[in-house]
């Protein structure tokens, strides 16, 4: 099963806003989404809701489900 992983949604968020030489206060102005909580999110100290996501791809220009990774390599096999 894929997950949202916070290491790829951070360097994602944080390399395409420097990209569009956007601050973290004007990224927060065209998401809707407080300041503080894109720093989090920077930090991976915040995982956004589904809208929150969504807002942050369509600024940014990402699909949202590019920042799930599978995690089914980390899970040992189940005994049969």
Known sequence: MKKLSSVILADLVASKRKEKSM????LAEATGINR????????QDFIPS???????G???????????ADTAHDRLPSPS
């Open 58 to 68: 369509e600024v940014l220009g990402f699909e949202p489900d590019s920042v799930f």
């Open 23 to 26: 601050t973290q206060q004007s």
């Open 50 to 56: 589904i809208p929150q996501l969504e807002q942050l």
């Open 36 to 43: 503080a909580l894109i720093s989090r999110i920077e930090k």
